[in-house]
């Protein structure tokens, strides 16, 4: 075995984090303060401190084809969208039939990460680990931080004049498990994301009223797209995202916004953002429009103030005999064993070169897995940022100057904000990230050397889904069943669907959809062109 690797957390990202040092001929040696694995996945009936906490009836939000393992694909009869539990078993077959769990230390806290006072010559850590109440000193050679992003709630009650003298219940929505509690009471959920909605419909069925106070609106959408498939298999596409980066700003907008309100009219239901353009993560909820014409759930604007016993909103309405508010108003990301120098923050922005490594360090052997968020799935991210981060750990890649990191980072920043706004600093776009890391490795697909030796993957590739499996399609790590995989994704999505076969399954046709797109496009152009 090479060099010693600490590994923090054994959620998706610290197994991730685990495999790609064996195929770097690193050693780990995972930490895990729970006893067990899956990290945000592994649901547990009350929440833990330290721990990211999920509610019971949470399902994916990403289908199947697109958030497995690149190497690694879900069962056939799996559904495309999973409940936590099943995830969780995917989870656990993963970390068995790669081998990992013997490299994990569980019930084991890490209280402490420091340079060593050689670290400017090799690079190492102090890690200091707890276990049974005992204290363990060790050195490693790097380390990759996997601990997530969902741990510390963000509960901003100094946002809110009058919290402190409302006489009912208030809790953050990682306190929250199920509705039974709640039922026959008046509930106010603050935040319109996708906890907050899934925790609004749910309550809508046992509560006598709930109301979501959202300060700017959101897009929402169904998991069910274009012709009943999964939304991220039709809409995340190399093609797809080609276009986006490709049309004039005021175009692309223009065509979000309509395809955004497609499904109903946001304004009508007092959803729609206020900045609609702005790529923000949207809200996943195939129920929250239907509650909301039924009556059970309504949307509020800000809330101004708390009385006692009402919310009084920002457009002069009020909220009476609230019996419980609910905070569903997302986390902030902590670190409290490492040394706030290390990450340093600016205005909520990460300071990491592509949201992973500090670019300031004198030795790069410090690597943050899982952090980036993106419209695209946890799983296949932290699988190629781990893949990355252990080949720089094994010294067979090489990062750039710490100037060139910085410039990058600042000019990142800076299409971050147009994009997706400054309350987003951690989101980006998914295919153009994943291909900018693959790039470092060499598995960046070829796509015009696919047109000319396998024009069959190659439009599967381009115009189908951007799958996971297209990152171990070629170079370092490749594996052989990546091609049959991309081949295979549209049986396996709609095999759960099918148990009543009646006529041939139906798959989307790419070459159809790419004529609509192209006679749109020539049209706008053509228009353009006219008036300009």
Not at 287 to 309: A, D, M
Request: net charge neutral; proline share 6%; aromatic share 12%.
């Amino acid at each position: 075995m090479g060099k010693r690797v600490a590994i923090v957390g054994a959620g998706v990202s610290g197994l991730a984090s685990i495999r790609c040092c064996l195929e770097e001929g690193l050693e780990p040696t995972c930490f895990e303060r729970s006893n067990d694995i899956g990290g945000l996945w592994k649901f547990l009936d009350h929440a833990e401190e330290g721990r990211a906490s999920i509610y019971q009836s949470v399902f994916t939000n990403s289908s199947k084809e697109m958030m497995c393992f690149p190497d690694f694909p879900y069962p056939d009869d799996y559904p495309n969208y999973m409940h936590h539990s099943k995830l969780q078993e995917y989870i656990k077959t993963f970390a068995q039939k790669k081998n990992l769990l013997r490299y994990i230390q569980f019930e084991t806290l890490v209280s402490s990460i420091k340079k060593c006072p050689s670290f400017l010559v090799t690079g190492q850590w102090e890690v200091v680990s707890e276990k049974d109440g005992k204290q363990e000193s060790t050195i490693f050679d790097a380390i990759m931080i996997c601990s997530g992003h969902h741990v510390y709630p963000n509960l901003p009650t100094d946002s809110f004049p009058g919290l402190h003298q409302f006489q009912g219940h208030y809790l953050h929505s990682r306190d929250y498990k199920d509705p039974d509690a709640f039922k026959g009471k008046r509930v106010l959920v603050i935040g319109l994301g996708n906890s907050g909605s899934d925790i609004a419909v749910e309550l809508s069925r046992l509560a006598t009223q709930v109301v979501i106070s959202t300060r700017s609106g959101s897009w929402v959408m169904s998991r069910v797209w274009d012709n009943g498939y999964p939304w991220d298999m039709v809409y995340v596409t190399r093609f797809a995202s080609f276009l986006r980066n490709a049309l004039p700003s005021f175009v692309s907008d223009w065509l979000y916004v309509k395809k955004m309100n497609t499904w109903f009219k946001h304004e009508n239901f007092g959803l729609m953002p206020l900045n609609g353009s702005l790529r923000k993560e949207p809200v996943f909820n195939d129920e929250l429009p239907s509650r909301i014409l039924c009556g059970t759930v309504s949307i509020k604007p800000n809330v101004k103030e708390f009385t006692e016993t009402s919310a009084v909103f920002e457009d002069g309405t009020v909220f009476e005999a609230i019996d419980s508010v609910i905070f569903a108003t997302g986390y902030d990301y902590a670190y409290p064993f490492l040394d706030d120098s290390i990450i340093k923050s600016r205005n909520n922005e990460v300071t990491l070169f592509k949201g992973i490594f500090p670019p300031l360090m004198e030795k790069p052997t410090l690597a943050v897995i899982g952090l980036v968020q993106s419209l695209g799935a946890a799983i296949p991210t932290a699988d190629l940022q781990a893949r990355w981060a252990a080949k720089v750990f094994a010294n067979s890649c090489t990062l750039p100057t710490t100037n060139e990191m910085m410039d990058d980072i600042d000019e990142k920043m800076g299409k971050k904000l147009k994009w997706f706004g400054q309350s987003q600093t951690l989101q980006t776009d998914y295919i153009t990230y994943m291909d900018e890391l693959g790039s470092f490795i060499g598995a960046k697909p070829n796509i015009p050397w696919l047109f000319l030796t396998d024009p069959q993957l190659a439009l599967e590739v381009y115009f189908g889904p951007c799958s996971p499996y297209q990152f171990r399609l070629m170079g370092p790590g490749k594996w052989d069943g990546a091609r049959n995989a991309i081949l295979t994704q549209w049986d396996r999505t709609v095999k759960p669907t099918r148990m009543r076969a009646v006529g041939k399954a139906q798959r989307p046709q790419h070459f159809y959809n790419l004529l609509r797109i192209l006679s749109f496009s020539v049209l706008l152009l053509a228009v353009w062109l006219t008036f300009y």
